[in-house]
DNA sequence: GCTCTTGGCTAAATCGCTTTAGTTAGGTAA
DNA sequence: TTACCTAACTAAAGCGATTTAGCCAAGAGC
């Protein structure tokens, strides 16, 4: 087995000190007066020898690991993937390296999770909260941790985030559809205590009954698998049959919903109108095309990084909530 | 700044060793004789204290980080995510973390996840290779590195890998093709020298030629835009009126192709067959269906990580290389 | 009374790096 | 000649864990 290679083996071979090795490979050869020559002669056998540092060591020493941990809801939902791409790719460029890990919107796994990333010693934390998880992010606070949540936030907790306006969106949105003619409009949505399901009812409620239109709520359970939640849509719509319109609180309802449809032989647009919470391609592609409240996912991401990047290098303490406003994107399924 | 707890402060605490400590927070109290009452004591500040053990220095010194590096093509793309997200959970089962990168199928890119994992002392590495990373697949091989690649592998390398019967699955999808009465069909695939397209381009050339059809062949280039990809296949589709059906190479060609037919106004099924690689939720649910040749995920996940903890057990080098077959799902877009 | 066990615990080395506080040799200034 | 610089380099502590080798006291066996 060839070890492989440290430090100490590069001076070593140079008959050197390893402190003169370290301060080379660190950029720091002018500063601290090691000649040109010498450092030429580290920079080459590095090379060669193809000595990779070791970061578990860096990191002890220096207690920086250059590491964000970033937990999201479900890293194959197109809506997180994207989102996750986008910050990788900012943190990258500005020297981070993302871990990051799907929650499943569970508790338990969350807080499994930000035990691994502090074990990790990761310099920040980026969190899609699970409901229950106030205690183990405020524990993380308390121990100085720099955290940014996103999607959604905890109320009973003064964190930095990153969200969307939800109500005012859904809010948007409605007003579009009553504005189409439609009047008997549904909402699917989650059984969820969250903020960011809570948000979006309160805007589909609010616009309804502003205009003394008849609530039409369907609440699908977490977590329930796709094949029961395309039943569930297709009992609500078959138990509404006045409905004409539906809006869909989230993507993969949205996905289901048009299965929904599909199977129950309905028509979009002519029989039923139909908006999505979150854009994806299937929307953009189906036909007819489905209009969407999609997400400001590059300026989420970008929120993200910067403010999270900002508390790592302050020392005081501060706290930034960033609202973003989402994007209606009108397609042919709300078209009269 | 409240220090957070080490494994010294623990032991300074309750007047004991660090020694003590450690053998109990790892378990070997008993073998190591501590006292029950001891342990006890030891757990019970642990646990109020809220100490959490740093991975890093455990790592340097045991040699081992129970991490992965798992770098895919592009983690927004629905089928390495999923593949991504089931790898992660299997690891997850079996003690392992991930840590996961898209590389973009670009060289460099790959190279510098690479040395990433390299410093970040990474366990084992799944990659799926981009073209020309061989020197640096060889160098890790060299240094006893743990590698399974995935979706592709490299001819001139002798690694473990799991793929796909690429060359089988075109060649099993045309065949339906032809027998559904298409004659004149083309395929649309990437300029791309790696295993993975050069394979399914030769299914479907074997497939035409056996039935004496002619070639019809489009090849877009890597990294296109998207608005390009469809511009290119509207062009290809235009250029080429005879065309009754295609054959999409890979996931993203199909849902560009699918703009593309639709900016065209063309007619799937009656005018024209669609077939694809890799399934999506948007072949799935398009009106009308679209056919595709299905990767099995699940299968191709919990081989790479079993292969690949496997290979981190054994001492002596092993070589498993597995080709799974894609499942050829019938839609209504191959119906005639 | 003496040796041997064994139970219960610990000192210190080590992993690979950074960083502080030097050392040494040769040159200048007075 | 002596004192002081400076350029060029280095010894050693420390980050937080694991692990080897060993200590000490009390009881067992003869």
Do not use: W
């Not at 440290?6 to 002018?30: P, Q, Y």
């Not at 905890?154 to 985030?161: E, F, K, Q």
């Not at 369907?218 to 796709?226: G, L, R, V």
């Not at 300026?299 to 303490?317: P, V």
């Amino acid at each position: 087995m060839k070890k492989v290679l440290s430090i100490a083996d590069i001076a070593r071979k140079l008959n050197i000190s390893i402190t003169s090795v370290s301060f080379i490979l660190n950029g720091k050869a002018e500063e601290k007066r090691i000649s040109p020559e010498l450092a030429k002669r580290v920079l080459k056998l590095v090379n060669d020898v193809g000595y990779v540092p070791n970061q578990l060591a860096k990191s002890l020493r220096t207690g920086k690991t250059n590491i964000i941990g970033l937990i999201v809801e479900d890293i194959s939902n197109p809506f997180f993937a994207n989102v996750a791409r986008l910050i990788e790719e900012n943190a990258n460029d500005r020297g981070y390296k993302i871990f990051y890990c799907s929650s499943e919107n569970n508790t338990i796994k969350t807080q499994e999770l930000i035990k691994v990333f502090r074990e990790r010693q990761v310099d920040g934390y980026i969190i899609t909260p699970a409901a229950g998880i106030e205690k183990d992010i405020v524990s993380l606070l308390n121990n100085q941790a720099k955290v940014v949540l996103f999607d959604r936030y905890l109320p009973s907790i003064n964190t930095s985030y990153v969200i969307v306006d939800n109500m005012g969106g859904s809010y948007k949105a409605m007003t579009h559809l009553i504005q189409q003619g439609f009047k008997n409009i549904g909402i699917v949505t989650l059984k969820s205590d969250q903020t960011q399901m809570q948000k979006r009812l309160e805007g589909y409620t609010l616009a309804m009954e502003e205009h003394g239109l008849k609530l039409c709520i369907k609440k699908i359970k977490f977590h329930d698998s796709t094949e029961n939640i395309i039943d569930e849509i297709k009992d609500f719509i078959s138990k509404n049959i006045k409905l004409d319109a539906i809006f869909f609180a989230t993507n993969y309802l949205g996905v289901a919903g048009l299965e929904a449809i599909k199977q129950l032989n309905i028509s979009i647009t002519s029989d039923l109108g139909v908006l999505s919470f979150d854009d994806h391609d299937l929307f953009r592609l189906y036909s007819p095309s489905i209009s969407v409240l999609a997400q400001p996912i590059e300026e989420m991401s970008e929120n993200l990084i910067n403010i999270l990047l900002d508390h790592l290098d302050e020392e005081k303490e501060s706290v930034k909530q960033i609202m973003l406003s989402p994007k209606l994107i009108l397609r042919e399924s709300t078209q009269r």
